[in-house]
């Protein structure tokens, strides 16, 4: 039956529609914004006369960008960093979910293990013991050290696991009876249906090895082994008073300030993450809530 709706009704989703407007408008604008900036000419972007639209729109700042070759390494280091991480941490967390979602007659340390755990994940041993610990396995200046500490995550790890518990019992029962073992379990049964908490947990991860800059900051020293994220740290430009040989180099340098130039480099970072985000978004929502129950 449908029911007719007051004129309360009506102006409280006025309302709710308003404000989430409101707030996907705060979510989008410094995106716009700074997209705007990498458009607009420095002038009007350091007196601060751009909000949505450019001002005085120019491309200098993106040729200037894709002059930059330290720029496009660091860029090609962090997408070969993220795809590796995150197809080893995907098979990782998958082998320790699974053990960690049986009952104790099956694993009977299987508390143990959660609670080490879960003890890691509140805990470390501080930077001066994992700058050690890195430096004794040689992996200094390495592209491992990029990937390495990241690959498990154990706040994914937990999801996964109360995703498993809330497969209905009888289908493993049933799987065993015809002989299948964990391994077919494992691949043929469980990772097909924990599609939405698997895809959920990739982008989780995506987003987190993306955004890190601290490993590349502290155990890389070499300019073009750093990845995107640390190189962003250094998006003011450098005029290196060398390079100015003729009038075209001093009007190239006066068409592109350090912050129509980093807006520019911000926004090539930020666009890998907005073209993967819808495509595992649709699982987003019910991989958090599936994979967050424990009964």
Known sequence: ?????????????????????????????????????????????????VTVFPK????????KLFEDSVFFQ??????????????????????????????????RLRDVYMWLL???????????????????????NSFWVLVLPMLVNVFNVILIVNYFRSIPKELDESASMDGAGPW???????????????????????????NEFMLGLIFINHENSIPLQTYMQQIVVRIDPTLIKSIEDVKRLASVSDKTLGAAKIFASMLPIMLVYPFLQRFFISGIMLGSVKE
């Not at 795809?83 to 998958?94: H, N, Q, R, Y």
């Not at 494992?186 to 947990?201: G, H, K």
């Open 118 to 140: 879960i003890f890691s994940m509140m805990f470390n041993g501080g930077l001066i013991p994992f700058y050690l610990v890195i430096r004794q396995m040689g992996l200094m």
């Open 74 to 107: 660091s860029f090609w280091i962090s997408v070969k960093r993220v795809g590796v991480t995150c197809l080893i941490s995907f098979f990782i967390s998958l082998l320790m979910a699974y053990p960690l979602s049986r009952s104790k007659r099956e694993f």
């Open 1 to 49: 039956m449908v029911r007719s709706q007051t004129m309360g009704t009506k102006v409280a989703e006025a309302v709710l529609i308003l404000i989430l407007a409101l707030v996907s408008f705060s979510s989008l604008f410094p995106i716009i914004h700074n997209l705007a900036i990498s458009f607009s000419s420095p002038a009007k972007a350091m007196a601060g006369f």
């Open 184 to 210: 077919f379990k494992v691949f043929r049964i469980y990772m097909p249906l924990s599609m939405p908490v698997l895809a959920t947990t990739t982008l989780f991860l995506i987003v987190t090895v993306w």
């Open 56 to 63: 005085g729109v120019t491309f200098e700042s993106y040729k």
